[in-house]
């Protein structure tokens, strides 16, 4: 049987790595789970993240968005293909949702070049649900502040592009309520945790936590 793809989107500080940790552990009581990151995951890929990363390069918006499509399609033929194939469930901290809020609306390049760029680079690979944590952009902004760790090359864009981001992605979820579910992200990690794993609840059995409360 086919593995799910699971992706984690939302702004810097919302809370993705977190939450993907703890849902990994979640969902590996059951079945085969690999985390991954974006961009990242392969060898290609973790370069091309030091590049997108790096404060000290200049980067044309294009050639930025072609960065992540190459950096997602290396992952996708290296890694998330076969895994899925085997029937390895995959948690992808960030996937095409990512380029589509940042690049297209962030950057100004337009959601449908971004997406069919990302369509080519994936092949078509769609998720089978994304949890999409929603925070306000000002409190993302602090909780990095909080980390204590100095900023990469897109977290120190001004607070304006984070806001465009965070209204594409609710634009996203809107139009795509299936695949998309919100969580709200300003409460405990627990309880984003509790809502992640039911909104997996139609993906498959043997889940645990709130989804059992649901099928009672």
Known sequence: MRGRLITIEG?????????????RAELARDRPVRLLREPGGV???????????????????????????????????ELLAPLLAGGTWVLLDRFVDSSLAYQG???????????????????????DRTLLLRVDPAIARARQRERGVPPDRLEREAEAFFCAIAAAYDELAAGDPQRIRVL???????????????????LGS????????ERS
């Not at 702004?11 to 849902?23: E, F, V």
């Not at 962030?106 to 690979?125: K, M, Y």
């Not at 992200?185 to 609840?201: E, G, H, I, T």
């Not at 043997?206 to 409360?213: I, S």
Request: net charge negative.
């Open 11 to 23: 702004l810097d500080g919302a809370g993705k790595s977190t939450l993907a940790m703890s849902l």
């Open 105 to 127: 609306a962030g950057r100004g390049l337009g959601v449908e070049p971004i997406a069919a760029l990302n369509a080519f680079a994936t092949g078509g690979l769609q998720p």
């Open 184 to 202: 709200e992200a300003d409460v405990p990690a627990q309880q984003v945790l509790s809502l992640a794993v039911a909104a997996l609840a139609d």
């Open 206 to 213: 043997g889940l645990h936590g709130p989804l059992d409360c």
């Open 43 to 77: 060898a290609l890929s973790e370069r091309i993240r030091e590049l997108v990363k790096d404060p000290g390069l200049r980067c044309d918006l294009r050639a930025e968005a072609l960065l992540y499509a190459a950096a997602r399609a290396q992952l996708v033929d």
